[in-house]
């Protein structure tokens, strides 16, 4: 996937009097895996990983993300 952040939202917080700037790019690519496995006839694990970059503007943002999970369907 090919995530791009729209508008010109501040990217700037305050905390007391210190100002925290965000140096990262709007455009970020994602990559990633999943599954599903019937356990049962109704019952399934998941899980997926995944990792996202920065691919514009400055600064150097990457990182890692998963889940894992059940579902169950009647």
Known sequence: NVWQRFGN?????????????EKYGKTFGE???GAQ??????VYLYGDVRYM?????????SGYRGSIGAKFTW
């Open 9 to 21: 939202a501040s990217n700037t917080t305050r905390i007391g009097g210190d100002e925290i700037s």
């Open 31 to 33: 990559i990633g895996l």
């Open 37 to 42: 496995v019937p356990i049962k006839k109704n």
């Open 53 to 61: 970059f920065n691919l514009s503007g400055s600064g150097d943002y």
